[in-house]
């Protein structure tokens, strides 16, 4: 989600709508890249701990501004922390929260002005790889105009080195989608699929959403079942595969901007943001929740 996206110019109809999808267990279960199972775990975060591992994640502080998105991210526990028991949700060994808050008038390092504020964390220099499975399970509440993020990012420039968006969800809780950005094929040209889920088992539940990346394909899966694949070839269409190289992991929980804007049409009170999903957001109610994070290599 690092540029402009929406209703983007390839889309793929989901043909796995009829597929229940079952409700995942709290254990880190993914399917290996390979058919032999010869995997080593590369990176695993269970969000176990008192704080944020610092040796493992980087907290972004809002520099760069896209999207339209409305918020800035900090460095706050009011919007990035780690949460037990009840709090948890089901998360056995305590999960990572990310929350967006309505904070007016904020002033970011650049001398701009934002209403709302967010969290969002990378492993860039710190957790870096080029293929394998990387999956997180993730619980998301419902709000029109939410934008939270599962993704993975190329080290140089972008759209040149690559996006790989696992899940990403503007508020409607019965589907999310992936999508991949390269030279050619990024922004609102990017690859894109969705998957509409099961009633009784939106995104309000707890999912495993993930993707196997390999030399020519990219398998995006959500518990377990493919729900959209991407080919060497087919990027090659537009321009060249931009998923040879090295790429870092990112969470995070945007507000508002362009792609929600073009789901939700919503001008007022704020750019994608309807009235409803701000008062559910000043009081708190907005949330990302994060189990674990895994990624898995062949050996």
Avoid at 127 to 135: C, I, N, P, Q
Avoid at 169 to 198: I, M, Q
Avoid at 283 to 295: I, P
Wanted: charged fraction near 20%; proline fraction near 5%; hydrophobic fraction near 35%.
């Amino acid at each position: 989600m690092n540029y402009l996206k929406g209703l983007l110019r390839f889309q793929v109809i989901v043909t796995l709508c009829s597929v229940m999808l079952v409700r995942c267990s709290s254990g880190p279960t993914v399917s290996p890249v390979d058919e032999k199972g010869n995997t080593q775990t590369i990176f695993f975060d269970d969000f176990s701990g008192p704080v944020l591992d610092s040796s493992k994640w980087n907290t972004e502080v809002t520099g760069m501004h896209v999207n339209n998105e409305l918020q800035a991210y900090i460095d706050s526990t009011n919007v990035i922390r780690l949460v037990t028991g009840a709090e948890a949700e089901g998360a056995e060994n305590g999960a990572l929260v990310l929350q967006p808050y309505y904070s007016p008038g904020y002033i970011t390092k650049d001398s701009q002005k934002f209403d709302f504020i967010s969290g969002r964390i990378n492993t860039r220099s710190k957790v870096e790889f080029t293929y394998g499975s990387a999956s997180a399970r993730i619980k998301l509440t419902e709000g029109s105009g939410l934008w939270p993020a599962w993704w993975i990012l190329g080290t140089g420039n972008w759209p040149e080195t690559g996006e790989i968006d696992v899940m990403e969800y503007v508020g409607e809780k019965d589907w999310a989608s992936s999508a991949v950005h390269g030279k050619g094929y990024s922004g609102d040209a990017g690859l894109v699929d969705r998957l509409y889920f099961p009633s009784g088992n939106d995104v309000t539940n707890w999912h495993i959403y993930a993707v196997d990346w390999t030399p020519d394909s990219l398998i995006f899966k959500y518990d377990g079942v493919p729900m959209f694949r991407v080919t060497k070839p087919m990027t090659q269409f537009f321009g060249e595969w931009a998923f040879d190289n090295p790429k870092y992991l990112i969470l995070n929980f945007a507000v508002g901007g362009v792609y929600p804007f073009k789901i939700n049409g919503i001008k007022e009170p704020y750019y994608g943001l309807p009235a409803s999903t701000f008062e559910q957001i000043k009081n708190g109610k907005s949330k990302m929740l994060v189990d674990w994070v895994r990624v898995m290599k062949v050996q």
